[in-house]
T-cell receptor, first 114, second 111 residues
Framework: ETGVTQTPRHLVMGMTNKKSLKCEQHLGHNAMYWYKQSAKKPLELMFVYSLEERVENNSVPSRFSPECPNSSHLFLHLHTLQPEDSALYLC?????????????FGNGTRLTVT | KNQVEQSPQSLIILEGKNCTLQCNYTVSPFSNLRWYKQDTGRGPVSLTIMTFSENTKSNGRYTATLDADTKQSSLHITASQLSDSASYICVVSGNDYKLSFGAGTTVTVRA
């Protein structure tokens, strides 16, 4: 158990579907993140929420829509995705009042868009 | 161009042997550098973190070094075990709290 739980672990969806990824952290952190991990590429930051406010939106297409209802939960709503969106989506949390605080990652959702 | 470059992209070593992974970065100004280990099917887990003033830090059989002048870091794995098979990711933080990730080095340890 990593302290950050992501569901589902695997998701296959068609391009016209709507689905949501869920992330929950049990570490008492005040910031949560969505990252995209594609094979052989560095992690790409998608969204950051600090104290439940979105502080970063890294030019992510509008077909990805984040939601952070409280400091422990983070969602990523997906609609009309493209095959190139297939990747591992990682959620992370951290405590932002210490710059040396590491990210704590969940085990990710493996997304396949058909 | 990515600000964090890792080498090699992948390597295979025999169980019990040592290996060294490299990380070169151009992030400036620099705050800290972290190494993460990512097992297959899992999220990355922090191994070490080093600030500007630290040259070396160990975590069990993992030893990280940092040369802030040349902007280079290495991760040395001693007496490798099968459980060391994973991807190792170098992450550099600038003073603006933003993180720059390397693409990772995939290590395969064979019996």
């Amino acid at each position: 158990e990593t302290g950050v739980t992501q569901t589902p672990r695997h998701l296959v969806m068609g391009m016209t579907n709507k689905k949501s990824l869920k992330c929950e952290q049990h570490l008492g952190h005040n910031a949560m993140y969505w990252y995209k991990q594609s094979a052989k590429k560095p992690l790409e930051l998608m969204f950051v929420y600090s104290l439940e406010e979105r502080v970063e939106n890294n030019s992510v297409p509008s077909r990805f829509s984040p939601e952070c209802p409280n400091s422990s939960h983070l969602f990523l709503h997906l609609h009309t995705l493209q095959p190139e969106d297939s990747a591992l989506y990682l959620c992370a949390s951290s405590q932002v009042d210490g710059q040396n605080s590491p990210l704590h990652f969940g085990n990710g959702t493996r997304l396949t868009v058909t | 161009k990515n600000q964090v470059e890792q080498s090699p992209q992948s390597l295979i070593i025999l169980e019990g042997k040592n290996c060294t992974l490299q990380c070169n970065y151009t992030v400036s100004p620099f705050s800290n550098l972290r190494w993460y280990k990512q097992d297959t099917g899992r999220g990355p887990v922090s191994l070490t973190i080093m600030t500007f003033s630290e040259n070396t830090k160990s975590n069990g059989r993992y030893t990280a070094t940092l040369d802030a002048d040349t902007k280079q870091s290495s991760l040395h794995i001693t007496a490798s075990q099968l459980s060391d098979s994973a991807s190792y990711i170098c992450v550099v933080s600038g003073n603006d709290y933003k993180l720059s990730f390397g693409a990772g080095t995939t290590v395969t340890v064979r019996a």
